[in-house]
C-alpha cells in the first residue's frame, strides 16, 4: 500500500525544487542518466503508449548542434549545462503497443486517426518529461525546463528520418544558486480547483 512520503522527499520534488538557469560544470553520467530513465519510464501513459524519446545533449559536439535550435535568451543556460534533454514525441507510438499493451488491438485505435495520434502523443510525452523531472530531482539532479527553440530545427536536427518531433527541452545538472529568481506565486487550490 503506498504511504505517504517524508517531508523531505516532499521538499526535493516539488516544494524547495527550483528551475536553474546557471549551472555547476559537474559532469552527469551516462550511467546516471540511465538510472533517470529507468525510473521515469515507470509513470502512468495511456494504454502504455510511452510516446517519450529523449536525446541527451551531453557533448561539444552535440551542443554545437543545438546551438542554432536555440532562443537567444536560452543560448547562455543552455550551452553551460551539463546536459540537455529532448523530449520528443514519437508519432507511431502506436506500432509498439503490441508489445506495450499486449492484452488488447490498442494500435488500432491509433492506426489512420491523425488527431487521436497528435493528442495522444503531445499529452504523454508531456507526463513523461514531467516525470524524467521528478525522476532527475529524485536523483540529486536539478533541472531548467524550457520552451523558447525551433521546434522545425530541432526535428531536423536530432530526428532526422525518423517520427519523432519535439515536445519540450530540459537542462539538466547540478544547478548554483546564482540563476534562481524569486519563486513566483501560485495559485491557491479554491483559484485553480473545484470538488463537484
Known amino acids: 500500500m503506498p504511504t505517504r512520503l517524508s517531508d523531505d522527499a516532499l521538499a526535493t520534488l516539488f516544494l524547495e525544487a527550483r528551475t536553474h538557469n546557471t549551472w555547476s560544470d559537474r559532469a552527469v553520467s551516462r550511467q546516471l542518466l540511465e538510472e533517470v530513465w529507468n525510473v521515469a519510464r515507470m509513470g502512468a501513459t495511456s494504454a502504455n503508449c510511452s510516446p517519450a524519446r529523449i536525446v541527451f545533449v551531453t557533448t561539444p559536439t552535440g551542443r554545437e548542434m543545438l546551438k542554432p ?65 521528478l525522476a532527475a530531482r529524485a536523483m540529486g539532479l536539478d533541472c531548467g525546463p524550457m520552451s523558447g527553440f525551433d521546434a522545425a530545427k530541432i526535428d531536423r536536427t536530432f530526428f532526422a528520418d525518423s517520427d519523432v518531433k519535439s515536445n519540450f527541452l530540459c537542462n539538466i545538472g547540478y544547478g548554483t544558486p546564482e540563476g534562481l529568481h524569486p519563486r513566483g506565486p501560485r495559485l491557491a487550490f479554491d483559484d485553480a480547483c473545484r470538488v463537484v
Open 69 to 133: 535550435c536555440l532562443s537567444p535568451g536560452n543560448l547562455a543556460k543552455t550551452m553551460a549545462a551539463p546536459v540537455t534533454a529532448i523530449i520528443g514525441q514519437d508519432m507511431k507510438f502506436y506500432d509498439r503497443l503490441p508489445e506495450l499493451f499486449p492484452h488488447e488491438d490498442a494500435r488500432s485505435w491509433f492506426a489512420g486517426k491523425p488527431d487521436v495520434i497528435a493528442a495522444t502523443a503531445f499529452r504523454n510525452s508531456t507526463l513523461q518529461g514531467a516525470y524524467l523531472m
